[in-house]
């Protein structure tokens, strides 16, 4: 489509503008290969510059050619190799058609041919700067007007896997959510914000649907994971008998001391510690991995699923690789978003 206007403008508009856009095309990608050592850059750029070259000679040329006009031969000048016989011919066609003019009539002379008239090479050398600011201007304003080209990278995003067939404990658990479900409500844009780390975008997301362990298969328990370069963050659903006083019970009696109780949304919560798991895998011919070692301390935040604590809970738990952990009252901003995002279900 450019190419076609460009054919249709005038030659002294159109070879200047073809000019001034190789020539800063050229010296730009030029500019850039040098500096990023590209030679494909550098080869573009040449490609540029030698298409410049070839229309400044088309130019030159155009303007020798209109200083030095070809000189018109004289009237009733011979022409060289014209043969003599050709002149008696037309000397002796010339009386004959005199006497064959019709009567009355009177004998026309052709006059001198007016010259045509050229075009204004100023006027078009002006229309050309115009019509290059034009563009120059449209470019300019380009960026501000066209949606900017966001070339950072955008963060993960939860799998729409509906086809998944559920384990059998999610059936008879009729208010059971899917780790598909877990996954969008945990996934938030202020994620990363709530963590304290508001620069930082999801590298990885995912939910699935599990079962608890030592239960045979019979509790569901989907989650959802969360990854970014600071913090990892889970969230679970057991679905199991257990409240949450039972629960903190157990745990007291284990000895565990980093145990904090709370209301959050209206429900019963507890805080809890403890080291994640850190297991290595060897895909090599050598051996099967490593042994299973603890791995950073995590903190959870567990959650009763209902204010009248009757069983089971939403856990949230945090990790880094360095150890480090946010305060507690990251982990309770975080629930009491997710958990109104969580939908509620009687029957599936």
Same mark, same amino acid.
């Given at each position: 489509?450019?190419?076609?206007?460009?054919?249709?403008?005038?030659?002294?508009?159109?070879?200047?503008?073809?000019?001034?856009?190789?020539?800063?095309?050229?010296?730009?990608?030029?500019?850039?290969?040098?500096?990023?050592?590209?030679?494909?850059?550098?080869?573009?750029?040449?490609?540029?510059?030698?298409?410049?070259?070839?229309?400044?000679?088309?130019?030159?040329?155009?303007?020798?050619?209109?200083?030095?006009?070809?000189?018109?031969?004289?009237?009733?000048?011979?022409?060289?190799?014209?043969?003599?016989? *050709?002149?008696?011919?037309?000397?002796?066609?010339?009386?004959?058609?005199?006497?064959?003019?019709?009567?009355?009539?009177?004998?026309?002379?052709? $006059?001198?041919?007016?010259?045509?008239?050229?075009?204004?090479?100023? $006027?078009?050398?002006?229309?050309?700067?115009?019509?290059?600011?034009?563009?120059?201007?449209?470019?300019?304003?380009?960026?501000?007007?066209?949606?900017?080209?966001? @070339?950072?990278?955008?963060?993960?995003?939860?799998?729409?896997?509906?086809?998944?067939?559920?384990?059998?404990?999610?059936?008879?658990?009729? *208010?059971?959510?899917?780790?598909?479900?877990?996954?969008?409500?945990? /996934?938030?844009?202020?994620?990363?914000?709530?963590?304290?780390?508001?620069?930082?975008?999801?590298?990885?997301?995912?939910?699935?649907?599990?079962?608890?362990?030592?239960?045979?298969?019979?509790?569901?328990?989907?989650?959802?994971?969360?990854?970014?370069?600071?913090?990892?963050?889970?969230?679970?659903?057991?679905? /199991?008998?257990?409240?949450?006083?039972?629960?903190?019970?157990?745990?007291?009696?284990?000895?565990?001391?980093?145990?904090?109780?709370?209301?959050?949304?209206?429900?019963?919560?507890?805080?809890?510690?403890?080291?994640?798991?850190?297991? *290595?895998?060897?895909?090599?011919?050598?051996?099967? $991995?490593?042994?299973?070692?603890? $791995?950073?301390?995590?903190?959870?935040?567990?959650?009763?699923?209902?204010?009248?604590?009757?069983?089971?809970?939403?856990?949230?738990?945090?990790?880094?690789?360095?150890?480090?952990?946010?305060?507690? @009252?990251?982990?309770?901003?975080?629930?009491?978003?997710?958990?109104?995002?969580?939908?509620?279900?009687?029957?599936?």
């Amino acid at each position: 489509m450019l190419g076609f206007l460009l054919r249709l403008l005038p030659f002294w508009v159109r070879e200047p503008l073809l000019i001034v856009i190789g020539s800063v095309l050229g010296v730009r990608i030029m500019y850039l290969a040098v500096r990023d050592h590209d030679q494909v850059a550098a080869l573009l750029g040449v490609v540029f510059l030698v298409f410049t070259a070839i229309r400044v000679y088309v130019v030159v040329r155009a303007l020798r050619a209109r200083r030095n006009p070809q000189t018109r031969p004289q009237p009733g000048a011979q022409a060289q190799g014209q043969p003599h016989a *050709q002149t008696q011919a037309q000397t002796q066609a010339q009386p004959l058609a005199q006497t064959h003019t019709p009567a009355g009539a009177v004998g026309t002379h052709p $006059g001198p041919v007016a010259p045509q008239k050229e075009p204004n090479v100023w $006027g078009q050398a002006l229309a050309a700067v115009a019509l290059f600011g034009a563009l120059g201007g449209a470019l300019w304003l380009a960026p501000q007007v066209l949606p900017a080209d966001d @070339s950072t990278p955008k963060p993960a995003s939860c799998s729409d896997d509906e086809d998944e067939k559920l384990p059998k404990a999610f059936k008879e658990t009729p *208010q059971a959510v899917t780790g598909e479900e877990l996954c969008k409500a945990l /996934n938030r844009p202020d994620l990363a914000q709530l963590l304290g780390t508001p620069g930082e975008t999801a590298t990885t997301v995912s939910g699935s649907n599990n079962t608890a362990a030592l239960t045979d298969g019979k509790v569901a328990e989907p989650e959802a994971e969360v990854r970014f370069d600071t913090y990892t963050v889970n969230v679970s659903a057991t679905y /199991n008998k257990l409240s949450t006083a039972q629960y903190v019970k157990l745990m007291k009696i284990g000895g565990d001391k980093n145990v904090k109780t709370l209301t959050v949304l209206g429900r019963p919560a507890v805080y809890s510690s403890d080291h994640t798991m850190k297991l *290595q895998i060897n895909l090599g011919s050598g051996g099967t $991995g490593g042994p299973v070692e603890q $791995g950073p301390l995590a903190r959870t935040l567990s959650v009763a699923l209902d204010g009248k604590d009757r069983g089971g809970s939403y856990d949230f738990t945090v990790w880094s690789e360095s150890g480090a952990l946010p305060d507690d @009252s990251v982990l309770l901003h975080i629930a009491e978003k997710v958990i109104p995002a969580i939908p509620e279900r009687t029957a599936r």
